[in-house]
């Protein structure tokens, strides 16, 4: 499959993964936004938030407590941080594989739209 998501998680391409299981895969964004820039995935290629089904959706909180304990590892979790998904063109998705950012490490602007 032409995802390069997909790709990451099946190491056909580098990334810096900090933290993998059956279900979710976590590495730093090659273009960070912030001194912490995360991104939390699926394995599984899900396109995007808009394709998940009910059946998957417990997904998002094993993404959830991934993000809260990579937080703590990198030592933001009490200055605090941002999760992030964006859905479609319109919501600012680029890659079209299911994703969360986890941003961090400073001020971040109150902008969200
Ligand atoms: P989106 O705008 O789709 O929500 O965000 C996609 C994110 O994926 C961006 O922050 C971008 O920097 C990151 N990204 C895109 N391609 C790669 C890649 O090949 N490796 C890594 N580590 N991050 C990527
Ligand atoms: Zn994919």
């Known amino acids: ?3 390069i998501f997909c790709k990451i998680v099946a190491g056909e391409i ?6 993998q299981d059956e279900g979710v895969v976590a590495f730093r ?7 912490i820039h995360l991104q939390i995935i699926p ?8 394709h998940l089904s009910e059946a998957e959706s417990s ?12 937080a703590k590892k990198e030592g933001i979790s009490e200055s605090g941080y ?11 998705q680029f890659v079209p ?17």
């Open 43 to 50: 394995g599984k290629h899900i396109p995007s938030l808009a």
């Open 59 to 70: 997904l998002i909180g094993d993404m959830v407590n991934t993000a809260n304990q990579l």
């Open 29 to 35: 964004d090659i273009n960070p936004l912030a001194p």
């Open 97 to 113: 594989h299911l994703h969360m950012h986890l941003l961090g490490g400073r001020q971040l602007s109150n902008a969200l739209g």
């Open 14 to 19: 580098p990334a810096d993964i900090l933290y």
């Open 82 to 92: 941002r999760l992030v998904i964006n859905c479609g063109k319109q919501g600012g």
């Open 1 to 3: 499959m032409d995802c």
